[in-house]
Nanobody, 125 residues
Framework: DVQLQASGGGLVQPGGSLRLSCDVS????????IGWFRQAPGKPREGMICNNQFDGNTYYGKSAKGRFTISRDSAKNTVYLQMNSLKPEDTTVYYC??????????????????WGQGTQVTVSS
């Protein structure tokens, strides 16, 4: 049974950092691209960052570049999203996803077949 479990969300002050985890079970995440997305109410799901094992590259959405990084722990089958310099506008629900996207569609939600349940991040003083 394929499952992704996102966790690590919470309340953080502006300028602070937070690390989200995506625990993968049911398949080896090393054979999939893993992406992090976020979705605010009433807005489309936004691709933030993706690590693609097939070409060895990491892809960044505009909001993530310079502040967010992605990493993997293969032994734990876990993928992390490190978020730094957080801003109030980063407040929303964050999702991890696994798929085999083509490069031109790597930030599109329809490229990912498996999704975690989401974890809430709130940036506020």
């Amino acid at each position: 049974d394929v499952q992704l479990q996102a966790s690590g969300g919470g309340l953080v002050q502006p300028g602070g950092s937070l690390r989200l985890s995506c625990d993968v079970s049911g398949f080896d995440s090393g054979y999939y691209a893993i992406g992090w997305f976020r979705q605010a109410p009433g807005k489309p799901r936004e691709g933030m960052i993706c690590n693609n094992q097939f070409d060895g590259n990491t892809y960044y959405g505009k909001s993530a570049k310079g502040r967010f990084t992605i990493s993997r722990d293969s032994a734990k089958n876990t993928v992390y999203l490190q978020m730094n310099s957080l801003k109030p506008e980063d407040t929303t629900v964050y999702y991890c996803a696994a798929g085999r996207p083509i490069t031109s569609a790597i930030m599109r939600r329809e490229s990912y077949a498996y999704w975690g349940q989401g974890t809430q991040v709130t940036v506020s003083s």
